[in-house]
Antibody, heavy 118, light 106 residues
């Protein structure tokens, strides 16, 4: 059974870089696509982007210039870096699995809240 | 970017009643539409994919229909655990997008 667990700082200062890790267990990250999705408090869901072990990534145009996603196959982890954050980046950040490039998100982590504040 | 508009924003119903939720796309997404359920403090859960296929373990009271730009999610008889927020999501075009959600409340 696949399990996903996000981790990282819960508080980031404005203009700094948000860094999160998602640890995957139960499956190899090389077998699937991996997505980052966020949800501001009390609001809806926003897809950030996805990545595959071959280095291929797809990002939302609204965030593309600030996002770096990567996979560490040795640790079975994926990571997200979002630069130059503002208060608008305060959200619960989820990692989620897709069977293929644009497949639905069939497994999700529990999410981690990141607050951007000085 | 494809915009998904969900209606109504809130649906007030009682257990045992039928719920019908709508999702309208700004352009055709063929049948590449999914539905998710989210309960407070939890991650979303995939219910329906490709408009009408139930995900693994999803009860038969959940059904999806539609194609092109108009889709619906039906819960035939609401159980207490079904009161939640429901989101649609398209995978037809980049970027992948979600609707704003429909809250089903008691």
């Amino acid at each position: 059974q696949v399990q996903l667990q996000e981790s990282g700082p819960g508080l980031v200062k404005p203009s700094e870089t948000l860094s999160l890790t998602c640890t995957v267990s139960g499956v190899s990250i090389t077998d699937y696509y991996w997505n980052w999705i966020r949800q501001p408090p009390g609001k809806g869901l926003e897809w950030i982007g996805n990545t595959y072990y071959n280095g291929r990534t797809n990002n939302s145009p609204s965030l593309q210039s600030r996002v770096i996603m990567s996979l560490d196959t040795s640790k079975n982890q994926l990571s997200l870096k979002l630069s130059s954050v503002t208060a608008a980046d305060t959200a619960v950040y989820y990692c989620a699995r897709s069977l293929s490039l644009r497949s639905p998100f069939d497994d999700w982590g529990q999410g981690t809240l990141v607050v951007v504040s000085s | 970017e494809i915009v998904l508009t969900q209606s109504p924003a809130t649906l007030s119903l009682s257990p045992g009643e039928r719920a019908t939720l709508s999702c309208r796309a700004s352009q055709s997404v063929t049948n590449y539409l999914a539905w998710y359920q989210q309960k407070p403090g939890q991650a979303p859960r995939l219910l329906i994919y490709d408009a009408s296929f139930r995900a693994t373990g999803i009860p038969a009271r959940f059904s999806g229909s539609g194609s092109g730009t108009d889709f619906s999610l039906t819960i035939s008889s609401l159980e207490p655990e079904d009161f939640a927020v429901y989101y649609c999501q398209q995978r037809s075009n980049w970027p992948l997008t979600f609707g704003g959600g429909t809250k089903v409340e008691i």
